[in-house]
């Protein structure tokens, strides 16, 4: 009774969940949506259904606009102070398959999606989601020299 006269007099919001998705050679999947702006780029993602958990919810959209099945989903941020929403990211791996995994769009939402290399990422991606990968990008490498210093030496280092 309590939860309900809680739900009853506070705000309603939605939350959505995007993420960045590697392959394996490190490429980012981006795909443009028929719901952005025309020709912008962005990470794959939508809408949490109601009781669902978020890194589920990012795996099923993921799954249902792509096609892809992705694994080691991690949380690396949680955007609020929009009005009636927040953004949760992660970053996830495709799954190991014995078969090559071939993205298959939902065309009544995604125009296009494909990975790109750091080096080939297109000029016009979703501003906030450009400094997550930047950011993303920059602690991945900051792992590797960590883990490349631990193999040298056994010990390991903070970043």
């Known amino acids: 009774m309590q939860w309900r006269l809680l739900w009853l ?3 309603k919001f939605m939350v959505s969940v995007a993420g ?3 392959d394996k050679n490190d490429h980012i999947l981006l795909q443009r949506h028929r719901h952005w702006v025309p020709d912008v780029w962005g990470l794959p993602g939508g809408i949490v259904k109601s009781g669902e958990i978020l ?3 990012f795996s099923r959209e993921v799954l249902e606009e792509t096609g892809l099945v992705i694994a ?3 949380m690396i ?3 609020s102070g929009y009005d009636l929403r ?3 990211y992660f970053r996830a791996k495709l799954a190991k398959s014995h078969n090559e995994q071939i993205i298959k769009i939902q065309e009544e939402e995604i125009i296009e ?6 080096d080939e990422l297109p000029s016009s991606i979703l501003q906030l ?3 997550l990968i930047q950011q993303e990008n920059g602690t991945a490498k900051k792992m590797q020299q960590n883990e490349i210093a631990q193999s040298r030496t056994g010990f390991s280092r903070k970043l």
């Open 86 to 88: 927040m953004e949760v």
């Open 129 to 131: 989601q450009k400094e």
């Open 20 to 22: 960045i998705v590697y």
């Open 72 to 74: 080691n989903i991690e």
């Open 9 to 11: 007099f506070n705000s």
């Open 77 to 79: 941020r949680l955007v």
């Open 113 to 118: 999606a494909r990975f790109f290399s750091l």
């Open 55 to 57: 890194e589920k919810a």
